[in-house]
T-cell receptor
Framework: DTGVSQNPRHKITKRGQNVTFRCDPI?????LYWYRQTLGQGPEFLTY????????KSRLLSDRFSAERPKGSFSTLEIQRTEQGDSAMYLC????????????FGPGTRLTVT | AQSVTQLDSHVSVSEGTPVLLRCNYS??????LFWYVQHPNKGLQLLLK??????LVKGINGFEAEFKKSETSFHLTKPSAHMSDAAEYFC??????????FGTGTRLKVLA
Protein backbone atom coordinates (compact mmCIF):
# COMPACT_ATOMS: atom_id res chain seq x y z
CA ASP A 1 0.00 0.00 0.00
CA THR A 2 1.57 3.32 -1.04
CA GLY A 3 -0.93 5.68 0.56
CA VAL A 4 -0.44 8.09 3.44
CA SER A 5 0.18 6.32 6.74
CA GLN A 6 -0.11 7.64 10.27
CA ASN A 7 1.07 6.24 13.56
CA PRO A 8 -0.20 5.56 16.09
CA ARG A 9 -3.83 5.15 15.08
CA HIS A 10 -5.02 5.74 18.62
CA LYS A 11 -3.39 7.44 21.58
CA ILE A 12 -4.74 7.81 25.07
CA THR A 13 -2.79 10.08 27.37
CA LYS A 14 -3.21 11.88 30.63
CA ARG A 15 -3.52 15.61 30.79
CA GLY A 16 -0.15 17.29 30.98
CA GLN A 17 1.75 14.59 29.09
CA ASN A 18 3.50 15.13 25.77
CA VAL A 19 2.52 13.15 22.68
CA THR A 20 4.05 12.80 19.22
CA PHE A 21 2.37 11.61 16.05
CA ARG A 22 4.04 10.54 12.83
CA CYS A 23 2.90 10.87 9.23
CA ASP A 24 4.49 9.20 6.23
CA PRO A 25 3.25 10.81 3.00
CA ILE A 26 3.10 9.30 -0.45
CA UNK A 27 6.75 9.08 -1.38
CA UNK A 28 6.95 11.56 -4.27
CA UNK A 29 4.63 14.15 -2.72
CA UNK A 30 6.35 17.41 -1.83
CA UNK A 31 3.55 18.99 0.22
CA LEU A 32 2.36 17.70 3.57
CA TYR A 33 -0.55 18.99 5.66
CA TRP A 34 -1.89 18.51 9.17
CA TYR A 35 -5.56 18.95 10.06
CA ARG A 36 -7.55 18.47 13.24
CA GLN A 37 -11.08 17.09 13.29
CA THR A 38 -13.33 17.20 16.33
CA LEU A 39 -16.56 15.26 16.69
CA GLY A 40 -19.26 16.46 14.33
CA GLN A 41 -17.04 18.98 12.60
CA GLY A 42 -15.10 19.15 9.39
CA PRO A 43 -11.31 19.01 9.53
CA GLU A 44 -9.56 22.29 10.30
CA PHE A 45 -6.20 23.23 8.83
CA LEU A 46 -3.28 23.31 11.26
CA THR A 47 -0.10 23.63 9.20
CA TYR A 48 1.61 22.62 6.00
CA UNK A 49 5.05 21.97 4.58
CA UNK A 50 6.54 22.32 1.16
CA UNK A 51 9.41 19.87 1.25
CA UNK A 52 11.07 20.56 4.62
CA UNK A 53 9.88 24.17 4.94
CA UNK A 54 6.89 24.91 7.14
CA UNK A 55 5.08 27.56 5.11
CA UNK A 56 1.93 28.26 7.07
CA LYS A 57 0.59 27.74 10.57
CA SER A 58 -2.99 28.22 11.67
CA ARG A 59 -3.86 30.36 14.66
CA LEU A 60 -5.30 27.11 16.03
CA LEU A 61 -1.75 25.91 16.52
CA SER A 62 -0.82 27.15 19.97
CA ASP A 63 2.73 27.29 21.29
CA ARG A 64 2.24 23.79 22.71
CA PHE A 65 2.09 22.38 19.19
CA SER A 66 5.11 21.89 16.98
CA ALA A 67 5.51 20.15 13.66
CA GLU A 68 8.59 19.14 11.75
CA ARG A 69 9.39 17.54 8.44
CA PRO A 70 13.09 16.74 8.43
CA LYS A 71 14.56 16.15 4.98
CA GLY A 72 11.15 16.67 3.41
CA SER A 73 10.03 13.12 4.05
CA PHE A 74 7.95 12.04 7.05
CA SER A 75 6.52 14.57 9.49
CA THR A 76 5.92 14.62 13.22
CA LEU A 77 3.37 16.61 15.18
CA GLU A 78 4.12 17.06 18.87
CA ILE A 79 1.72 18.35 21.49
CA GLN A 80 3.25 19.37 24.80
CA ARG A 81 1.37 19.53 28.09
CA THR A 82 -1.77 18.07 26.57
CA GLU A 83 -5.17 19.41 27.58
CA GLN A 84 -8.58 17.77 27.35
CA GLY A 85 -9.46 20.18 24.56
CA ASP A 86 -6.73 18.60 22.44
CA SER A 87 -8.80 15.42 22.15
CA ALA A 88 -9.52 15.05 18.43
CA MET A 89 -8.63 13.17 15.27
CA TYR A 90 -5.38 14.44 13.77
CA LEU A 91 -5.26 13.98 10.01
CA CYS A 92 -2.28 14.13 7.72
CA UNK A 93 -2.47 14.63 3.97
CA UNK A 94 0.00 14.99 1.13
CA UNK A 95 -0.06 16.35 -2.39
CA UNK A 96 2.15 16.84 -5.41
CA UNK A 97 2.60 20.19 -7.12
CA UNK A 98 1.00 20.44 -10.51
CA UNK A 99 -1.79 17.96 -9.80
CA UNK A 100 -4.62 20.40 -9.14
CA UNK A 101 -4.37 20.80 -5.36
CA UNK A 102 -5.64 17.28 -4.79
CA UNK A 103 -4.74 16.00 -1.33
CA UNK A 104 -4.54 12.39 -0.20
CA PHE A 105 -5.40 11.71 3.41
CA GLY A 106 -4.13 9.20 5.92
CA PRO A 107 -6.43 7.32 8.31
CA GLY A 108 -5.75 9.72 11.17
CA THR A 109 -4.55 9.48 14.76
CA ARG A 110 -7.29 9.67 17.36
CA LEU A 111 -6.07 11.39 20.53
CA THR A 112 -7.94 11.07 23.80
CA VAL A 113 -6.74 13.17 26.71
CA THR A 114 -8.07 12.00 30.08
CA ALA B 1 -11.84 35.23 2.82
CA GLN B 2 -12.94 31.85 1.52
CA SER B 3 -15.69 29.77 3.07
CA VAL B 4 -17.61 26.60 2.29
CA THR B 5 -21.13 26.01 3.54
CA GLN B 6 -22.90 22.67 3.51
CA LEU B 7 -26.57 23.41 3.78
CA ASP B 8 -27.71 20.14 5.35
CA SER B 9 -26.09 18.40 8.29
CA HIS B 10 -28.15 15.22 7.73
CA VAL B 11 -29.81 13.80 4.63
CA SER B 12 -31.88 10.61 4.50
CA VAL B 13 -32.85 8.89 1.26
CA SER B 14 -34.29 5.52 0.37
CA GLU B 15 -32.13 3.04 -1.48
CA GLY B 16 -32.51 3.51 -5.21
CA THR B 17 -33.65 7.14 -5.01
CA PRO B 18 -31.59 10.19 -6.02
CA VAL B 19 -29.09 11.85 -3.71
CA LEU B 20 -28.55 15.61 -3.48
CA LEU B 21 -26.00 17.08 -1.07
CA ARG B 22 -25.79 20.84 -1.21
CA CYS B 23 -22.71 23.02 -0.99
CA ASN B 24 -22.22 26.76 -1.44
CA TYR B 25 -18.91 28.53 -1.47
CA SER B 26 -17.56 32.03 -1.30
CA UNK B 27 -14.20 32.98 -2.68
CA UNK B 28 -12.42 36.04 -3.95
CA UNK B 29 -10.68 33.85 -6.50
CA UNK B 30 -11.71 31.16 -8.90
CA UNK B 31 -11.74 28.21 -6.52
CA UNK B 32 -10.84 24.59 -6.77
CA LEU B 33 -13.65 22.54 -5.22
CA PHE B 34 -13.75 18.96 -4.06
CA TRP B 35 -16.08 16.44 -2.51
CA TYR B 36 -14.66 13.89 -0.10
CA VAL B 37 -16.37 10.96 1.61
CA GLN B 38 -15.50 9.63 5.06
CA HIS B 39 -16.72 6.21 6.09
CA PRO B 40 -16.56 5.29 9.79
CA ASN B 41 -13.01 4.54 10.92
CA LYS B 42 -11.65 5.19 7.46
CA GLY B 43 -9.71 8.02 5.89
CA LEU B 44 -11.11 10.74 3.67
CA GLN B 45 -11.51 9.60 0.09
CA LEU B 46 -11.72 11.96 -2.87
CA LEU B 47 -14.97 11.58 -4.83
CA LEU B 48 -14.42 14.29 -7.44
CA LYS B 49 -12.78 17.65 -8.06
CA UNK B 50 -13.45 20.84 -10.01
CA UNK B 51 -10.44 22.83 -11.15
CA UNK B 52 -11.84 25.28 -13.75
CA UNK B 53 -12.18 22.85 -16.61
CA UNK B 54 -15.63 21.32 -17.29
CA UNK B 55 -18.34 22.62 -14.96
CA LEU B 56 -19.99 19.19 -14.73
CA VAL B 57 -17.61 16.86 -12.97
CA LYS B 58 -17.99 13.11 -12.79
CA GLY B 59 -16.49 11.18 -9.91
CA ILE B 60 -16.24 7.71 -8.54
CA ASN B 61 -19.14 5.46 -7.58
CA GLY B 62 -21.61 7.27 -9.84
CA PHE B 63 -21.37 10.65 -8.12
CA GLU B 64 -21.21 13.92 -10.02
CA ALA B 65 -21.27 17.62 -9.20
CA GLU B 66 -21.93 20.79 -11.16
CA PHE B 67 -20.06 24.04 -10.58
CA LYS B 68 -22.47 26.98 -10.95
CA LYS B 69 -20.64 30.26 -10.64
CA SER B 70 -23.83 32.36 -10.78
CA GLU B 71 -25.21 30.48 -7.77
CA THR B 72 -21.84 29.91 -6.07
CA SER B 73 -22.83 26.29 -5.68
CA PHE B 74 -21.20 22.89 -6.09
CA HIS B 75 -23.91 20.37 -5.25
CA LEU B 76 -23.19 16.64 -5.22
CA THR B 77 -25.67 14.27 -6.85
CA LYS B 78 -26.13 10.60 -7.58
CA PRO B 79 -29.07 9.16 -9.54
CA SER B 80 -29.61 6.11 -7.35
CA ALA B 81 -28.45 5.67 -3.76
CA HIS B 82 -26.87 2.46 -2.57
CA MET B 83 -26.61 1.27 1.01
CA SER B 84 -22.84 1.55 0.79
CA ASP B 85 -23.16 5.30 0.16
CA ALA B 86 -24.06 5.90 3.80
CA ALA B 87 -21.22 8.04 5.14
CA GLU B 88 -20.14 11.59 5.96
CA TYR B 89 -19.56 13.85 2.95
CA PHE B 90 -17.41 16.96 2.96
CA CYS B 91 -17.39 19.78 0.47
CA UNK B 92 -13.94 21.35 0.33
CA UNK B 93 -12.56 24.51 -1.23
CA UNK B 94 -9.08 25.67 -2.07
CA UNK B 95 -8.32 29.07 -3.57
CA UNK B 96 -4.73 28.61 -4.53
CA UNK B 97 -3.20 28.69 -1.09
CA UNK B 98 -2.99 24.90 -1.03
CA UNK B 99 -4.70 24.51 2.32
CA UNK B 100 -8.21 23.10 2.28
CA UNK B 101 -11.26 24.79 3.73
CA PHE B 102 -13.76 22.13 4.77
CA GLY B 103 -17.49 22.43 5.13
CA THR B 104 -19.04 21.06 8.31
CA GLY B 105 -20.12 17.84 6.62
CA THR B 106 -23.36 16.14 5.63
CA ARG B 107 -24.19 12.75 7.06
CA LEU B 108 -25.99 10.66 4.45
CA LYS B 109 -28.30 7.93 5.66
CA VAL B 110 -29.65 5.38 3.18
CA LEU B 111 -32.81 3.58 4.16
CA ALA B 112 -33.57 0.07 2.95
Amino acid sequence: DTGVSQNPRHKITKRGQNVTFRCDPISEHNRLYWYRQTLGQGPEFLTYFQNEAQLEKSRLLSDRFSAERPKGSFSTLEIQRTEQGDSAMYLCASSLDGTGYEQYFGPGTRLTVT
Amino acid sequence: AQSVTQLDSHVSVSEGTPVLLRCNYSSSYSPSLFWYVQHPNKGLQLLLKYTSAATLVKGINGFEAEFKKSETSFHLTKPSAHMSDAAEYFCVGSSGTYKYIFGTGTRLKVLA
